[in-house]
């Protein structure tokens, strides 16, 4: 089990579960192109890595160019892309009768296109390989619906659904997917909430002795999915905090 050399791609790498992610990748000897929205976030979590093994660059995954350029440079960087991580995601909560049309647009637009342009961005590439590894961020929430969050839950089934299909069509190319959905983790996905009050409560929810995952959690499990040899696939996992119904 080793990453070492393997080359991989990850969005929503700015922060949380994606930032943890790069650092965990690097340190096991793989070569790491990331991206997200914030510049100056990326550049923090470059700081200490080893330049040889990290590219980075500003990337909306809603922008399919963008997403492709990102892939493009792990290309051109490195030779080859092992693996894709879609981790980016956001998560505004409001109950659907507050109708905020907008924040359904953008969950649409980043959890669920912001895969498939990852997917779609990635694909002609493995299949020229003839491997490679597709690896989302879904969630508990693509698997049980829960009050405030009917939006999000829609993207997140949408993405195991997604994934579940790239699964079965890919088999023939030796293309593996890993679909990983935590339960609460501590991140700043909070900060996607635009009700300060829901936001609040989240995270002191978070403070609760053991209530929630540490970002590094998720990682681990990923660096290991990612770190089989190719003929072992891990296609989903729940991991939750102990505590979490
Ligand atoms: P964070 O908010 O810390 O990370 C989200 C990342 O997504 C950031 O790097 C953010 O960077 C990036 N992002 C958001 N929008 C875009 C966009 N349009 N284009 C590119 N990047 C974008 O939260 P998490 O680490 O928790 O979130 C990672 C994933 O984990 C998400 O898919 C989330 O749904 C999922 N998840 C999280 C759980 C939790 O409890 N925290 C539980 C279950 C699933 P930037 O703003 O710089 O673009």
Redesign the pocket.
Known sequence: MTVENKVVVV????????ASTVKLLVKGGAKVVF????QE?LEEVASGLDPDQIAFQE????DYQQVKSLVQLAVDRFGKVDALFN?????PMAAVSEDNRDEWQQMLN??VM?VLNGISAVLPIMHRQGYGHILA?D?LAGYKVYPNLAVYCGTKFAVRAILEGVRQEEIKNKIRTTLIA????E???Y??ISDPKTAKNLVDTWHEENHALK?EDIADLVVYAIGLPNYVSINEVKIRPSVEL
């Open positions: 969005t929503g790498a700015s922060s949380g579960i994606g991206g997200a929205r914030r976030k990337t909306d995954v809603t981790n980016a995601g956001i998560m980043i959890n912001g961020t969630s935590p339960g609460m983790v991140t700043e996905l900060k996607s970002a």
